[in-house]
């Protein structure tokens, strides 16, 4: 089995692919087992549950991979507008890279996995909306940095950063489940619409 937390970060892994590849539903702890190469006494070790699984992967996925992202893009050392261009050109590209490795567009584990649980497991829904909800900041502050350049007019940020980010997942699980990555392409333009900003503004 190798090292023990060697076989909970797999376990990890294992769990957040086959989640965002196919359902929370569908998936089995035997399969997150086999994927992981790790046997189910082991899984229980770690994890008294599947629920308790995906929370902890979802919290593993942002902290050691999505939150660095974010945190590149959304940098206070890039013009305000064009962190906002960088994330949604970068949403395109991050799924067409997907494509290539698993065949479809597979859009948001975090945003796919809280909508399936959302009535049925609380532990989960609750993690979703907690991680939905950082990332909702991230648009917010560049927005407020935005007006406060004069660049954007005075507006409700909190509202505005609300409508950027259901922009963003909206459009991610429409492509999703047409398997089209075409509706994310023009993503950073509709973005500029949306807050009432030129299309053509630098991106860094």
């Known amino acids: 089995m190798g090292r023990t937390s060697d076989a909970k970060e797999r376990l990890l892994d294992a769990a957040l692919e086959l989640i965002w590849e196919r359902s929370y539903g569908v998936v089995t702890i035997d399969a997150i087992c086999e994927k992981a190469q790790v046997k189910k006494g082991s899984f229980y070790y770690f994890f008294d ?3 308790s ?3 902890q992967a979802l919290e593993d996925s942002w902290q050691n991979y999505s939150k660095a992202k974010w945190d590149a893009i959304f940098s206070a050392s890039t013009p305000p507008l064009d962190r906002i261009r960088n994330f949604m050109q970068s949403v395109y590209e991050g799924q067409a890279e997907v494509v290539q490795k698993y065949g479809r ?3 948001c584990p975090c945003f796919s996995v809280g909508s399936e649980t959302s009535t049925q497991d609380e532990a989960i829904n609750a993690k979703a909306q907690e991680l939905l909800r950082l990332q909702t900041r991230y648009f917010e502050s560049a927005l407020r ?3 406060a350049e004069g660049v954007l007019p005075p507006s409700n940020a909190s509202i505005k950063a609300k409508c950027l980010f ?3 997942e909206g459009s991610l699980a429409q492509a999703r489940i047409q398997n089209d ?3 994310l392409r023009n993503l950073p333009d509709a973005a500029m619409d949306l807050v009432g900003a030129p299309r053509m503004a630098t991106v860094s």
Request: no cysteine.
């Open 105 to 107: 567009v597979l859009g």
């Open 49 to 51: 549950s599947k629920s």
């Open 53 to 55: 699984l995906a929370v």
């Open 166 to 168: 259901a922009l963003f």
């Open 181 to 183: 990555l075409e509706l």
């Open 145 to 147: 940095d935005a007006q």
